[in-house]
């Protein structure tokens, strides 16, 4: 059974900051891996899909890179500002996601 | 729409009582999605569609819950005789084919008193 977990469940660094949130998962047979942000009180923001052929995609300030051997995925974050304050949420699978429990993310002004 | 829309954005329900969540997907995707989301946890898939067909209820916790799309179209779920451990909020997603890009609504956050 695929487990996705991110590591760790909350962060806080100085605006400014280049960072790197984590995400592993147990069986590499993956699909699809995608990364979203959650604001509170608000929907699931998608943000970079890196399909199983693929090692990384970019998005502006965004990088999500995958490992499928190691079972990792690493979202590299540049030059954070406060409006990047939010919960980051891995997921992998095809139709039917299977979801890390997220990275609290706080951006210090 | 611009957008998966759901509602209603807020639902408090007594215990054992009905209720019934919308979602308009973007216009055009196929793909449709139902997730349920406790508080401080990621999401867990309750089922899926494609056009009308549920494809996958493998997802939902109980037989008091049931989803449908009969038009390919606007999709509801619904939970009979809810009880407090109902209580998340529950996401509706939509994609152009299983597996691209899903793009959420805002959900609905279900509490059950």
């Known amino acids: 059974k695929q487990e996705v977990t991110q590591i760790p469940a909350a962060l806080s660094v100085p605006e400014g900051e280049n960072l790197v949130l984590n995400c592993s998962f147990t069986?590499?047979?993956?699909?699809?891996l995608q990364w979203f942000r959650q604001d509170p009180g608000k929907g699931l923001t998608s943000l970079l899909l890196?399909?199983?052929s693929q090692r990384e995609q970019t998005s502006g300030r965004l990088n999500a890179s995958l490992d499928k051997s190691s079972g990792r995925s690493t979202l590299y974050i540049a030059a954070s500002q406060p409006g990047d304050s939010a919960t980051y949420l891995c997921?992998?699978?095809?139709?039917?996601?299977?979801w890390g429990a997220g990275t609290k993310l706080i951006i210090k002004p | 729409g611009a957008g998966v829309s759901q509602s209603p954005r807020y639902k408090v329900a007594k215990r054992g009582q009905d209720v019934a969540l919308r979602c308009d997907p973007i216009?055009?995707?196929?793909?449709l999605f139902w997730y349920q989301q406790a508080l401080g946890q990621g999401p867990e898939f309750l089922t899926y569609?494609?056009?009308?067909?549920?494809?996958?209820k493998s997802g939902l916790p109980s037989d008091r819950f049931f989803a449908e799309r009969p038009e390919g179209s606007v999709s509801t779920l619904k939970i009979q005789r809810t009880q407090q451990e109902d209580s998340a909020v529950y996401l509706c997603?939509?994609?152009?084919?299983?597996?691209?890009?899903?793009?959420f609504g805002q959900g609905t956050r279900l509490t059950v008193v």
């Open positions: 997921a992998v699978g095809n139709y039917q996601l299977i």
């Open positions: 216009s055009g995707h196929v793909s």
């Open positions: 569609f494609q056009n009308e067909a549920q494809l996958d």
């Open positions: 069986d590499s047979a993956i699909y699809n």
């Open positions: 890196i399909q199983s």
């Open positions: 997603a939509s994609s152009f084919s299983g597996n691209t890009e899903a793009f």
